[in-house]
């Protein structure tokens, strides 16, 4: 099932208010069971949900790139590490190597990645909320509810306990 992006944003755009709200009641209120909640969550929506299906953030974002990525997908190319970055790669206001263009330039027109099983450690985590410590990176989680359908369906999922 394609996921209609353009609906997905203005939804998630519609709700984003709401979110934010909500990611603040959550820094008030410090649950102990926050990652628990995430995970939980991140497992049911993704049973449902194949992000072949999306490809939002391949198609929107950057990962940050580290070195061991740059050197990584370098030698799969055949490339110096330089000639990479030279390539595809620039440094951002922070100093951190991120793609030149979006979409990120492995994706396929299948929105499968060419470079899957070499990926970049970012993008092997993403979406993050299946990560320790949900409570130190909720302003990303919150970020990423306008790029990622799953983020948004799994922050709506744990605001239900929060919204009475």
């Known amino acids: 099932m394609v996921i209609d992006?353009?609906?997905f944003s203005k939804e998630s755009s519609?709700?984003?208010?709401?979110?934010?709200?909500?990611?603040?009641k959550i820094k008030?209120?410090?649950?102990?069971?926050?990652?628990?909640?995430?995970?939980?969550?991140?497992?049911?929506?993704?049973?449902?949900?194949d992000?072949?299906?999306?490809g939002n953030c391949c198609k929107t974002?950057?990962?940050?790139?580290?070195?061991?990525?740059i050197d990584r997908l370098a030698k799969i190319f055949r490339m110096k590490s330089s000639e990479f970055?030279?390539?595809?790669?620039?440094?951002?206001e922070e100093g951190d190597f991120v793609f030149k263009s979006a979409p990120c330039p492995?994706?396929?027109?299948?929105?499968?990645?060419?470079?899957?099983?070499?990926?970049?450690?970012?993008?092997?985590?993403?979406?993050?909320?299946?990560r320790k410590n949900m409570?130190?990176?909720?302003?990303?989680?919150?970020k990423n509810t306008l790029v990622c359908p799953a983020v948004h369906k799994i922050f709506y999922e744990i605001g239900k306990e929060y919204k009475k």
């Open 106 to 130: 492995f994706l396929g027109s299948d929105n499968a990645c060419l470079v899957y099983e070499s990926r970049p450690k970012a993008c092997r985590e993403y979406p993050h909320t299946n």
């Open 61 to 69: 974002t950057s990962p940050i790139l580290l070195q061991t990525d």
């Open 14 to 24: 519609s709700d984003y208010p709401a979110n934010k709200k909500l990611k603040d």
């Open 5 to 7: 992006l353009e609906k």
């Open 28 to 49: 008030a209120i410090r649950p102990k069971n926050l990652d628990e909640k995430f995970h939980q969550e991140h497992e049911e929506v993704f049973a449902s949900l």
């Open 135 to 142: 409570f130190g990176i909720l302003d990303l989680t919150l």
């Open 51 to 54: 992000c072949l299906d999306c």
């Open 85 to 92: 970055v030279n390539t595809y790669l620039y440094q951002d």
